[in-house]
């Protein structure tokens, strides 16, 4: 069964700009995926269309076989998206900020609790559950990010540009928890500009350019073409 799958999806923003002209898109259960593209793409219009924040004009979408459309409630279960800006309540505590939304999950009281405390130490975060959030360093609040994202066990994980703005040393102890994440059978899709990042992480990449995919191969068949 592929995670996700996508067929002739198109957008067309209300003031007439075409964002996505026909995307074909499969992933497989398990693989780590970059989606590569300069700014404008189209990768935010993607995966806003994936997690049910912008509405597509056409096209179908489905995530571990429950369509978008049909489907609507299991398909979102099935993902955990960690978009670019914090967007958390930065007066909660990073405890909280995890816990509030397996709230949102209707996850009961006790796994919330078990829950929270897992993710919080996949991000070596758990010892700042109870600093406010607005006190974490940019690298924490990415992390902290990720690990609200993953309250409910999603089966895929979409990480838009994870890493942006944070210093090479951070990135790459990010790059290993991500790792983890994936060995432990998170289907993970990643959208980035360091090319090292996909390089190191991914094992499938597409590159969308213009609203339209240009390049979809194995990364290692791709490097060796550069
Ligand atoms: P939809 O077609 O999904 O209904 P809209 O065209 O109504 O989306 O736009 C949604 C929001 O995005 C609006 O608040 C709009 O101001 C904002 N927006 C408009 N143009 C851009 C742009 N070029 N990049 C990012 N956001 C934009
Ligand atoms: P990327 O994430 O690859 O930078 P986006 O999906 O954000 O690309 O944007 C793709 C194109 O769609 C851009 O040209 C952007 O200006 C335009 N766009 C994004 N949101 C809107 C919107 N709400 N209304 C109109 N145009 C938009």
């Known amino acids: 069964m592929t995670a996700l799958s996508i067929q002739n999806l198109k957008k067309t923003y209300n003031n007439g700009f075409v964002a996505l002209k026909g995307v074909d898109l499969d992933v497989q259960r398990g693989d780590f995926f970059a989606l590569l593209g300069p700014n404008g ?6 995966i806003g269309i994936i997690s049910s924040l912008v509405n597509k004009s056409s096209g179908s979408v489905s995530i571990f076989g429950h369509d978008l459309d049909k489907d609507t409630v299991a398909a979102k279960t099935c993902i955990g998206v960690v978009p670019q800006e914090v967007n958390f309540n930065q007066f909660e505590t990073s405890m909280n900020v995890v816990l ?7 996850i009961p009281r006790k796994q919330a609790l078990q829950r929270t405390e897992q993710c919080l130490r996949q991000m070596e975060l758990w010892d700042k559950r109870d600093v406010v959030s607005r006190r974490l360093s940019g690298g924490m609040k990415r992390r902290l990010m990720i690990a609200r994202a993953m309250v409910h066990s999603p089966r895929l994980l979409i990480l838009d540009e994870p890493t942006a703005g944070v210093d090479i040393e951070i990135r790459r102890s990010m790059w290993e928890m991500m790792q983890e994440v994936n060995k432990q ?3 993970i899709i990643l959208t ?15 590159i969308i350019n213009n609203g339209q995919i240009i390049e979809k191969s194995a990364m290692n068949s791709l490097l060796s073409r550069l």
Not at 41 to 46: I, M, Q, R, V
Not at 100 to 106: E, F, K, P, T, V
Not at 192 to 206: D, Q, W
Request: aromatic fraction near 10%; proline fraction near 0%; hydrophobic fraction near 25%.
């Open 192 to 206: 980035t500009h360091y090319l090292e990042e996909a390089e190191s992480l991914c094992r499938n990449i597409a």
């Open 185 to 187: 059978g998170t289907t």
């Open 41 to 46: 793409a189209g990768k935010s219009t993607l």
């Open 100 to 106: 509030n939304q397996a709230g949102y999950y209707g």
